[in-house]
């Protein structure tokens, strides 16, 4: 039995590449530094924020855009702009 699986823009991306043959193994280091960035990276507050409703709905739509969520998209902006 096959599933249907909706994949988002950037999980295609990642397929096409795996399929193409594009994968390039890593080695343990490199690994270890992806996996701190990617823990460094992990969300574990939450925000309820109040925001002007012409700004939210133009935040919705640059992130459909992207093909993303919107939480995500303004997860991602708050952490650029942190830095």
Known sequence: MSRNIKL???????EKV?????FVDVDKKELE????????RK????????VNSQDLESIKRKAKKLGI????????????VAL
Do not use: M, W
């Open 18 to 22: 795996l399929l193409s043959g594009e």
């Open 43 to 50: 969300k574990d507050a939450v925000l309820n924020i109040r």
């Open 8 to 14: 988002t823009k950037q999980e295609k991306e990642i």
């Open 69 to 80: 969520k919107y939480q995500t998209f303004i997860s991602e902006l708050l952490h650029k």
């Open 33 to 40: 530094e992806i996996s701190k960035v990617i823990a460094r």
